[in-house]
């Protein structure tokens, strides 16, 4: 099971959202790279990055702290937040990020993850944000009229290297991710699936370690704010 804990750049700052609300966000003194460093120190060998700021301007914002971070610890990054084009993917690959991922723009343009798992391979996660079964884009402000299963069965064997479930009604909330939908996601998916929204406690870990196809958990707001230590997050590493 890989512990990916979060961090969400906004102004140059680590924030958290609730519900991706950009109005309802909590702002952290400490710097994107300085909390990098505190996950290295307590051994985490993931990360969960998102340019927020490039999930609301569709460009890439914030690749100077995303270089600095990759070159600086050597821990492995996914990173998404605004990927619309192969160019920006490129970037991300250039500096040595181990996963760029799409959301918005893979859901509106299937042929444009199809060509990126082609050219970038090993290389793209597939993020699908629902809320109440339906895929939501462009930073969630945006709701489609798919489905997310329908979705995923009709990009199965693209060839995403990974596939990031978030319940946008669990996110920020602390309130457990939504499992019973994540293994409908995961018994359909051709690869593995990572947990994220919701994650309140050690014991939505160990849950998560039970299942079958998940291949790690992203935590943000609890660790923030304190919910779950990560000196009992350290435990519960595996890769």
Known sequence: MKIFPAIDIKDKKCVRLVKGDFDNKTEYEISPVDQASKYKDHGFKNLHIVD?????TGEIVNLDIIQEIVSKFDIKV???GGVRSFESIKKYTDIGVEKVILGSAAIKDKNFLKEACEKFPNKIALALDAKDGYLSLSGWKENSNK???????????YGASRLIYTDINRDGTKKSPNF????????TSNCP?????????IDDIKKAKSLKNIEGVIVGKAIYDGDIKLEELEKEIDA
């Open 193 to 201: 699936v990572i947990i994220s929204g919701g994650v309140s406690s």
């Open 78 to 80: 996914e990173i998404g």
């Open 52 to 56: 927020l700021d490039g999930a609301l």
């Open 147 to 157: 489905l997310t299963l329908d979705f995923l069965k009709e990009v199965n064997d």
């Open 180 to 187: 019973e939908e994540t293994v409908k996601v995961a018994e």
